[in-house]
């Protein structure tokens, strides 16, 4: 009895060491647990200012497309797009209430969430080997500079009361500037990730789903008031 | 006492080693959660029967219980989440459609292209692609494109349910379309899968894409017979090839026939519909007002795409005719006499009041000739002033018009607004009236155009202030008006 209860007891001390040790070997990433419990006591301030700060480092590698950065491929998080996302949502949207203002919010934020979606879905039923919220990760990531040309288009609209040619070209060069960037970033991010000879079958609805949402922002003639 | 520790060993180790094991197959970051959640629960349960196993005998069979019981709601836990795996697996997989995306980048350019080289040969059942990629992407390219005929008609109110229809007119169209083809082939007997008519129907809107980019793009006031001549070739040209392949794959005369004229009748009309739909025509409207007056029932929701109709028409006779100020004065008139109570009222007016404010800004440009808008604008003024959210929108609602004049086409915009409001509405006759147009007399409509009929204006001057009050009616009541003329 007392061997039994004291091989119990050394078995119940040295689990989970023991435990822990074996999660270890296989391989599987024992940071993540470990991180598990030790991000549980840390002040909230500090996760969200690591959140933030993993957002912030995509951001930058959006805005500076590099082949050897992967960690938006890595470390996904849909912070970001959603950030994105209504932030373009909110600027795009009607600001006549009677007229459609909550159904234009509605259909930005559908189109791009399931535009993204469909993307994603395209690019694995051809073979890609990202999984799905990486892919979608990335495609909401490269709105970025879709978004900022949206803002530079508002501040145009905003700035001065009559609109010319001039100031529409302007603002359309802006938008074209971003269109290209932003497909060229997914193109970067996820290029790889597919067969080489169906690369262009994969670049296409990325080229489309950057382009309507273009041509959504080129196409929004109304200034907030 | 050995067992007891065998189930410690496998509360402890194996049902870990199994988690990871699962964890290979599966998404990386929902099997790291579960094995993470797995853990917890295990070292939970080790404290757990530890602490009770300090105990003498009868609290060991208790723990022994404890940790059985634990060991099968695992077991349960892991069985249960397979299964639902595996049904989500079987039903949501998108495995299913992986052979229909296997496709290199010049098999479907090659497809493209072949869209419009019919093949002669009958007698042998002609080759289909089963693929799903090219269709799918033309009906994307479709509904941008269809955007873009939207938008350089002006139509910037509201973009957002404009995606939504030109969304669900694509997608429905081609699934519509291949749905009632496939049940008529089956019941023609022919020899064609369901896939291969989703296949052939989606490549055939290659068509309708090159023509309505081109006829957005080139078009003009006076040359529809460049779209009717287009609609002709490119269209008719995928319509003999899809009805070429019908007809390889179907016997009997009387089947051929009916497949053959049920899908080109489908094609073209479509084309037709998509073109007019979303593009303006002076003679439709025309005609669309007349028939507003008979049309028996008018769906309260349709009646945002009405406005626009009645309060451009003048817009559009002004362009053309510089005297035709006063409809405009009082239609605004008719407007502004009731008090707009309930808010689609106000929405209809609004509607009415900005598009009619659109002709300020286009008085101010400098392409318009016509010195008769200056009086409009001077109608226009003290609307403006009373509204002062419309204030903001006609700056902005104006600056449509200098990116399309731009463009080179003053008098196009003008036309153009409205016009794909007048057969967004009556779907029926939006199909009919092209068809009876485009047998008419198109080049007397070109005419009609340059000319400037004022019999026609003074007939749609009635037209459009009984049509305002019979909007207004509708709109207080939710019933029919009867027709004023």
């Known amino acids: 009895m007392a061997a039994t209860s004291v091989d119990v007891s050394d078995v119940t001390d040295q689990v989970p060491l023991d435990v822990e040790g074996d999660i270890t070997v296989p391989g599987a990433p024992p940071e993540m647990d470990e991180d598990d419990f030790s991000t549980l006591d840390e002040p909230v301030k500090d996760t969200i200012l690591r959140d933030l700060k993993a957002v912030g480092k995509k951001f930058v590698h959006v805005l500076n497309p590099l082949k050897g950065s992967r960690s938006l491929l890595r470390e996904w998080d849909l912070w970001g797009p959603l950030v994105l996302c209504v932030m373009v949502a909110l600027l795009l949207q009607g600001d006549n209430a009677a007229d459609t203002g909550a159904p234009q919010f509605a259909e930005v934020f559908v189109i791009l969430w399931v535009g993204a979606v469909v993307v994603t879905l395209n690019s694995q039923l051809l073979g890609g080997q990202l999984s799905f919220f990486q892919s979608v990760c990335v495609l909401g990531y490269c709105v970025l500079p879709l978004s900022i040309a949206l803002i530079v288009c508002r501040i145009i609209l905003a700035a001065t009361a009559t609109q010319t040619i001039v100031l529409f070209a302007i603002r359309f060069v802006t938008v074209l500037l971003g269109f290209a960037w932003s497909t060229f970033a997914a193109m970067a991010f996820l290029g790889d990730s597919q067969p080489v000879n169906r690369k262009a079958l994969a670049v296409y609805p990325i080229f489309l789903f950057y382009f309507i949402i273009s041509w959504m922002i080129i196409s929004h003639t109304h200034s907030d008031t | 006492m050995a067992s007891f520790q065998q189930n410690q060993s496998e509360a402890s180790a194996v049902i870990d080693m199994s988690t990871l094991e699962d964890g290979a197959g599966l998404d990386d970051d929902i099997s790291i959660a579960s094995s993470g959640d797995e853990f917890v629960d295990v070292r939970k349960r080790e404290r757990a029967t530890s602490d009770t196993s300090d105990e003498g005998d009868p609290s060991l069979a208790k723990g022994l219980t404890g940790a059985l019981g634990q060991s099968m709601a695992e077991q349960v836990w892991k069985t249960g989440s397979q299964q639902a795996k595996k049904a989500f697996n079987l039903y949501a997989n998108i495995d299913i459609l992986r052979p229909y995306f296997d496709v290199e980048p010049r098999k479907v350019m090659k497809r493209l292209l072949h869209t419009f080289i019919p093949s002669r040969v009958i007698s042998v059942p002609q080759k289909v692609a089963s693929e799903l990629y090219g269709p799918l992407m033309i009906v994307f390219t479709l509904i941008a494109v269809l955007l873009y005929n939207m938008k350089s008609s002006g139509h910037t109110v509201r973009e957002g349910t404009l995606m939504g229809t030109a969304f669900f007119v694509c997608f429905g169209y081609w699934w519509g379309t291949s749905a009632l083809l496939y049940f008529i082939a089956y019941i023609c007997n022919s020899h064609i899968a369901a896939i291969q008519v989703l296949s052939l129907t989606g490549y055939a809107l290659v068509a309708h894409c090159v023509v309505l980019f081109l006829g957005t793009a080139f078009h003009s006031v006076s040359s529809h017979s460049m779209f009717y001549l287009m609609w002709a070739v490119f269209g008719g040209l995928s319509t003999v090839k899809m009805v070429l392949v019908y007809m390889s794959r179907t ?178 006759q939006a199909v009919k009236k092209p068809g009876d147009q485009a047998i008419g007399k198109p080049g007397d409509q070109v005419e009609e155009h340059e000319v400037g009929n004022e019999e026609n204006h003074q007939n749609n001057d009635e037209d459009n202030t009984h049509l305002e009050h019979h909007k207004l009616d509708i709109e207080d009541t939710g019933q029919r008006p009867a027709p004023a003329a």
Not at chain 2, 305 to 321: A, E, F, L, Q
Not at chain 2, 324 to 331: E, I, N, Q, W
Not at chain 2, 345 to 352: F, S, V, W
Not at chain 2, 379 to 386: D, L
């Open chain 2, 251 to 428: 016997s009997g005369q009387t089947q051929r026939l009916a497949l053959a004229g049920t899908c080109a009748a489908l094609h073209l009309l479509f084309l037709l519909y998509l073109h007019f739909a979303y593009h303006n025509i002076v003679q439709d409207l025309d005609q669309t007002l007349q028939e507003l007056h008979h049309v028996p029932r008018v769906p309260v929701s349709r009646l945002h795409d009405m406005g626009p109709i009645r309060s451009t028409h003048p817009v559009i006779r002004r362009v053309i005719d510089p005297q035709a100020a006063d409809p405009m004065a009082r239609v605004q008139a008719a407007g502004k006499s009731k008090v707009p109570k309930t808010r689609v009222e106000r929405d209809a007016n609004q509607q009415l009041l900005d598009l009619g404010l659109k002709d300020a800004p286009l008085d101010k440009s400098a392409d318009n000739d016509s010195g008769g808008e200056n009086a409009d604008a001077a109608v226009n003024i003290p609307v403006v002033q009373n509204h002062d959210q419309d204030g903001g929108k006609n700056e902005n609602l104006g600056m449509v018009h200098p990116a399309d004049l731009a463009n080179g086409k003053p008098g196009d915009q003008a036309i153009e607004k409205p016009g794909e409001q007048a057969m967004g509405n009556p779907g029926n």
